[in-house]
């Protein structure tokens, strides 16, 4: 059995500014690395990003950027269960989980985002660690549609 999984959401606006909001850090510190974001999403950049939910900012490694269609992403594995969690604690594992993000153009001029990570060991702690993972993508997603479309940050305030 493989440790992954795969959201989804459709945007109301269109791809390029979708994208945008994904791949430049100015804008990604605005909705969802709360602590902010330094580098820009390019093929062979590492980046920071740092949350106030995980504080210390922690490198993210840029494999492939195809504009407006795909971005992917490997960073450091965690296994445990997310610290937000009562009792929870993660911890560094040996390894990289690799993300990818897809962006497709819709006929009714929205856009399509979907996010899929992968890699995790078959473990208990790395199970916990998915699922945090899982949550915090659904969270990115939602946090992305209501700034792109609505100039609200649904992440301000919430773990700080």
């Known amino acids: 059995m493989e440790l992954k999984f795969r959201v989804a959401a459709r945007v109301a606006k269109p791809v390029h500014e979708v994208f945008e909001a994904v791949a430049d850090p100015k804008q990604l510190s605005e909705y969802f ?3 902010g974001a330094k580098g820009r999403l390019e093929t062979g950049a590492t980046v920071t ?3 106030h939910d995980f504080p210390g900012a922690f490198p993210v490694h840029v494999v492939e ?8 992403l490997r960073w450091q594995a965690n296994e445990g269960e997310a610290p937000n969690v009562e009792g929870g604690e993660l911890t560094d594992a040996d390894y990289e989980t690799t993300v990818t993000m897809n962006f497709k153009s819709l006929d009714d001029g929205r856009t399509l985002v979907e996010i899929a990570e992968e890699g995790w060991r078959f473990n ?8 945090g993972n899982c949550q915090g993508w659904s969270q ?3 946090a ?3 700034w792109l479309e609505h100039g609200i940050n649904l992440r301000e305030g919430m773990y700080k």
């Open 33 to 35: 690395t709360t602590g």
């Open 49 to 51: 990003w740092d949350f």
């Open 65 to 72: 950027v195809v504009p407006n269609q795909r971005i992917v």
């Open 124 to 131: 208990q702690g790395a199970l916990g660690a998915s699922y």
């Open 140 to 142: 990115m997603l939602c």
């Open 144 to 146: 992305l549609k209501a």
